[in-house]
């Protein structure tokens, strides 16, 4: 497999500006380029225009909630999404679950946690080593 440099590219869709700049300010200590959105209806927009390498989004927020977060999943199927609610309860983790969501963090949630699983999930992308068959 050929290989080349790339960074990962992470989509943060938080409607809660300082929530949104405090997990960008995390993201960006890792080492990825950070596309933002502000609502759902933004977030599906940039999924469209550029598939990002992993989707961290809120759960409620405008144009938000598990429906949302499928159309997300129809939108990117195998990009890693990671959840983040301050509302959420057994069911919606379930459902979650169910839609293809890959790590669930109720807020408020350990920052050392949510970097861990970015890292799980974006694997030899967060070093910029991205087969050829998975560039754009």
Same mark, same amino acid.
């Given at each position: 497999?050929?290989?080349?440099?790339?960074?990962?590219?992470?989509?943060?869709?938080?409607?809660?500006?300082?929530?949104?700049?405090?997990?960008?300010?995390?993201?960006?200590?890792?080492?990825?380029?950070?596309?933002?959105?502000?609502?759902g209806d933004e977030a599906l927009r940039l999924v469209l225009e550029s598939r990002p390498s992993l989707?961290?989004?809120? &759960? *409620?927020?405008? $144009?938000? =909630?598990?429906?949302? !977060?499928?159309? &997300? *999943?129809?939108? $990117?199927? =195998?990009?890693?999404? !990671?959840?983040?609610?301050?509302?959420?309860?057994?069911?919606?983790?379930?459902?979650?679950?169910?839609?293809?969501?890959?790590a669930y963090f109720d807020k408020p949630f350990r920052l050392s946690e949510l970097r861990g699983a970015?890292?799980?999930?974006?694997?030899?992308?967060?070093?910029?080593?991205?087969?050829?068959?998975?560039?754009?």
């Amino acid at each position: 497999m050929v290989q080349e440099r790339k960074r990962a590219v992470v989509l943060v869709a938080e409607d809660d500006r300082e929530m949104r700049s405090l997990l960008c300010d995390e993201l960006y200590d890792l080492g990825v380029s950070i596309q933002e959105a502000a609502d759902g209806d933004e977030a599906l927009r940039l999924v469209l225009e550029s598939r990002p390498s992993l989707i961290l989004t809120d &759960l *409620r927020m405008p $144009a938000g =909630g598990l429906d949302y !977060v499928a159309r &997300l *999943r129809t939108f $990117a199927p =195998g990009v890693p999404m !990671v959840l983040i609610t301050s509302f959420g309860d057994q069911q919606t983790k379930t459902d979650a679950s169910a839609i293809g969501v890959e790590a669930y963090f109720d807020k408020p949630f350990r920052l050392s946690e949510l970097r861990g699983a970015i890292r799980r999930l974006l694997g030899p992308a967060l070093d910029g080593r991205i087969g050829s068959d998975n560039t754009r």
